[in-house]
């Protein structure tokens, strides 16, 4: 079985940063693409940042120059450190990994959220 968990999140200040970490575990071949998307309250489910197994990364406009994606390919973990951080980044935030496990197709695999609130 494969779970992705995520870490991190919670309340932080205009401009001010935090850290997300998001772990995929259990019978895992290979990891393609791991991302992070978002929700706002009444939003559609929005991509957030994305990085390829190979390194290659894609931002949302709105989050280009303030947050960074980064993975350990070994550890099958990705990181997004947010700085900067406005109000309108409020959501919950889903760690999203694409990946091939024993016996099954590639598979796109979803942690349960963590909430970040960005408010003074």
């Known amino acids: 079985q494969v779970q992705v968990v995520e870490s991190g999140g919670g309340l932080v200040q205009p401009g001010g940063s935090l850290r997300l970490s998001c772990a995929a575990s259990?019978?895992?071949?290979?990891?393609?693409?791991m991302g992070w998307y978002r929700q706002a309250p009444g939003k559609q489910r929005e991509l957030v940042a994305r990085i390829i197994d190979g390194g290659n990364t894609h931002y949302a406009d709105s989050v280009k120059g303030r947050f960074t994606i980064s993975r350990d390919n070994a550890k099958n973990t990705v990181n997004l450190q947010m700085n900067s951080l406005k109000p309108e980044d409020t959501a919950v935030y889903y760690c999203?990994?694409?990946?091939?496990?024993?016996?099954?197709?590639?598979?796109?695999?979803w942690g349960q959220g963590t909430q970040v609130t960005v408010s003074s």
């Open positions: 259990g019978s895992i071949i290979r990891v393609y693409v």
């Open positions: 999203n990994a694409d990946i091939r496990a024993p016996s099954t197709p590639r598979y796109d695999y």
